[in-house]
């Protein structure tokens, strides 16, 4: 009787092995697949919007292509990112202010035009745009939003709203 259980568990042994060594990866040659990426790291630089965190400006950097001022005001309008979210940001700058026209005159003043009436926007809204504008700039500046005939400004970016961190 033990001979018999010894050559089932033996049998079982051997089928078992040979279904293992049946499945897998056969043995092939080498399989070229072409040079390995070459040439630069596209560049990135830095963008900085200014989100609403607990009813307060709170300036967020993110890095991509260089943007144009006005690309760099439709992102603040699109919103924050899903992790942005997750940390509680928002915007109350509405998407439907853009497409956005910044032009800068005289030096050191920067006119966001919107595609909505300026009155229209809430002052914390208009803040987000005159910092996320002037954070554009090369230096100091002050921004006046304009749309449908009315305006704001011409404003800075509030001190307290500099300094915040994203």
Request: proline share 10%; aromatic share 2%; with cysteine.
């Amino acid at each position: 009787m033990r001979t018999r259980l010894a050559r089932r568990v033996l049998a079982a042994g051997l089928v078992s092995l040979a279904a293992v060594a049946g499945c897998g990866v056969r043995p092939s040659d080498v399989i070229e697949a072409g040079d390995p990426p070459s040439g630069r790291v596209a560049p990135t630089w830095p963008i900085t919007l200014y989100l609403v965190q607990n009813g307060r400006l709170s300036a967020v950097k993110r890095s991509g292509p260089p943007l144009t001022p006005a690309d760099t005001l439709t992102l603040l309008a699109d919103g924050p990112s899903a992790r942005e979210r997750s940390r509680g940001l928002t915007t109350e700058v509405p998407s439907e202010a853009g497409p956005f026209e910044v032009t800068a005159a005289p030096a050191g003043h920067l006119v966001v035009t919107l595609s909505t009436p300026a009155g229209d926007l809430s002052a914390l809204a208009v803040d987000q745009i005159v910092c996320t504008a002037a954070a554009t700039a090369d230096g100091p500046a002050q921004v006046t939003v304009v749309g449908a005939g009315q305006s704001a400004g011409p404003r800075t970016c509030p001190r307290s709203s500099r300094g915040a961190g994203g």
